[in-house]
């Protein structure tokens, strides 16, 4: 007969109880309104404010421009422009953003099984 796992606990220490400064650090960002879904949406390849528009269902014009700035402030997307004519701006993941790519298929799969119907169609 197998023993279950033990499960080490640091009962006396705070710090252990505590989240990982790093993944705070990171929900504090990501886990604001929009940026995953945008950066998610990059996931599938470059694209223009107006294509981003009609794919992050529900943001406003002026709340994706806000969101733009803040992930291209974090160097996690780089804005192109195109002098054209005409004049084409273009947002795709930066390196640092691109490492996130398996990160947000993760969380993509884990949210796909766990909230089943939810979220299906982005």
């Known amino acids: ?27 504090t960002f990501l886990g604001k309104r929009w940026n995953g879904v945008i950066l998610g949406t990059l996931t599938k390849g470059a694209s223009g404010f107006a294509e981003l528009r009609r794919n992050v269902t529900g943001i406003s014009d002026s709340v994706l421009s806000e969101r ?13 422009v195109d002098p054209g004519p005409p004049v084409a701006v273009i947002y795709q993941l930066s390196e640092v953003g691109s490492a996130l790519i398996p990160a947000l298929h993760a969380l993509s799969s884990w949210a796909s099984e766990n909230f089943p119907g939810e979220g299906d169609t982005a």
Do not use: N, V, W, Y
């Open 68 to 80: 733009l700035g803040e992930l291209q402030a974090t160097g996690l997307i780089i804005r192109a």
């Open 1 to 27: 007969m197998e023993s279950a796992p033990t499960i080490r606990t640091d009962q006396g220490s705070e710090s252990s109880k505590s989240c990982d400064q790093a993944l705070a650090h990171a929900f």
